[in-house]
């Protein structure tokens, strides 16, 4: 059915408006509250934010609407999501949430749900939460004596650095490595630089004066000019882009060369292919994934499993067959052995370890395959559906039949912003780069 809240990451929008309004965010809490209220125990629901200034906002409606449920809450302040997941897990919270709009502008944000096993929610459960959202639950309030505490939880930050810090062998050290931290001004400025400091690297900090408003604003894992100019000015062994909510991480080697999502699933799958770790004989990542990463797992005997974009269907995929791997070219990285949704800083120090163990520069390290040409372009559009256009269907079977079996082309409209993404890859960039231009062209016209 059509979803009038959620979308592919939870619920996401400008800020004031609909749906990411004080207004629904309390109907979301006391929604969600209801939904998740079960059994006669005091229920409890952790909330973390990263550092857009509408969360203030946002943060106070969901706890009007929790407490309303009769929910405890307990409040952890600006910390990553992963963080969030976690905690809901180890203080055995009913639900967690995570207010974020991730690598948007600040004048975003969003609302992302957990259950109390820190997976993030079926399409199901959100949908059931949606339906009660516009429903009357006046009558399904606690009564006065059961409404809700709230309550400020102090020392989060650092129960975090632990956790990130025991993914690692309790023997390994990154002494000797200078690192540029880029935290995106987001979620992770206070734990990432610290965690890195206490494992022993010497951290060059960008990105870690958030003011509200600054949020990956020329900064972390979608705008990585910054850190790559800092990496050579300061001949940095590495540097670490995260994205405002931190769950996406880029890394940047030490010439200031980008090294994705792809590339960082690629070094880690083999790394723990050769120490016997890799579950489910290969890894999990989306259609966006670079057909070069399906052909590097192929020649090391490993299989890609590929899903429908979104971090969420990538974890789903995980968990039903098995694999301990997957993620998003954008940084997305899972690895379940550790976390039960994307982590950007554990992500990092998998790929620092691989960088110490090895003693080698991490352009070597990270550079696993030669990508194949693919060319990714946004068209955007205000209302209707530009993809049931039948000019736009006829370009695209015109586009599947010129690219043959050398070629992918993946289009979609995204799940949090009025976007279709056109994506196009094969090994003729020319051939590529038309066919996009071409559905490009022909949306345009049907979105005007």
């Excluded at 000019?225 to 940047?252: H, P, S, Y």
């Excluded at 690895?335 to 003693?359: C, E, H, R, Y």
């Amino acid at each position: 059915m059509a979803r009038k809240y959620f979308g592919t990451d939870g619920i996401r929008g400008a800020a004031n408006s609909f749906p990411m309004t004080a207004e629904i965010a309390m109907k979301v809490g006391l929604a969600a509250g209801v939904a998740f209220r079960r059994g006669d125990h005091r229920h409890r629901v952790v909330i973390g934010k990263d550092t857009r200034l509408s969360g203030y906002m946002i943060e106070n409606a969901l706890v009007a609407g929790f407490t309303a449920a009769g929910m405890d809450v307990f409040l952890l302040g600006p910390l990553p999501t992963p963080a969030v997941a976690m905690l809901t897990r180890s203080m055995r919270a009913d639900i967690g949430v995570m207010i974020s709009a991730s690598h948007n502008a600040f004048t975003d944000n969003g609302i992302k749900l957990f259950g109390p096993d820190g997976f993030k929610l079926s399409d199901s459960i959100e949908e059931s939460i949606e339906s009660l959202i516009d429903e009357d639950l006046s009558q399904q309030v606690a009564t006065s004596k059961d409404i809700g505490r709230a309550t400020r939880l102090e020392g989060v930050h650092a129960r975090y650095i632990e956790y990130v810090k025991r993914t690692l062998p309790r023997e390994m050290t990154f002494e000797g490595l200078r690192v540029v931290m880029d935290c995106a001004n987001g979620a992770a400025y206070r734990v990432a630089p610290e965690a890195l400091w206490e494992l022993g690297a010497e951290v060059v900090e960008i990105g870690v004066e958030p003011n509200g408003t600054n949020i990956n604003q020329d900064c972390g894992s979608t705008s990585t000019g910054q850190v790559q100019r800092k990496v050579k000015e300061t001949r940095a062994d590495i540097g670490i882009a995260l994205d405002g909510d931190a769950d996406r991480v880029i890394i940047i080697d030490e010439n200031g060369c980008v090294i994705d999502g792809d590339q960082i699933m690629a070094v880690v799958s083999e790394h723990w292919k050769n120490q016997d770790r890799l579950s489910g004989g290969g890894v999990v990542a989306t259609v966006m994934s670079n057909l070069g990463l399906e052909r590097f797992l192929q020649s090391q005997g490993l299989n890609l499993a590929r899903t429908k974009v979104g971090d969420r269907y990538v974890v789903e995929h995980m968990r039903a067959h098995g694999f301990n791997l997957g993620g998003e070219q954008s940084g997305h990285m899972i690895m379940s052995d550790f976390a039960t949704t994307g982590d950007g800083l554990v992500a990092a120090l998998q790929v620092l370890s691989v960088v110490k163990s090895t003693n080698r520069p991490v352009s070597e390290v990270c550079r696993k395959f030669e990508p194949v040409p693919q060319i990714l372009t946004n068209v955007r559009f205000s209302d209707g559906r530009p993809l049931e256009v039948d000019e736009v269907q006829e370009a695209i079977r015109d586009a599947e039949a010129q690219l043959g079996n050398s070629g992918r082309l993946v289009i979609r409209e995204s799940g949090t912003e009025p976007l279709i993404r056109i994506m196009a890859e094969g090994d003729d960039h020319m051939l590529v780069d038309s066919v996009v231009n071409e559905i490009a062209t022909v949306v345009k016209r049907a979105a005007a």
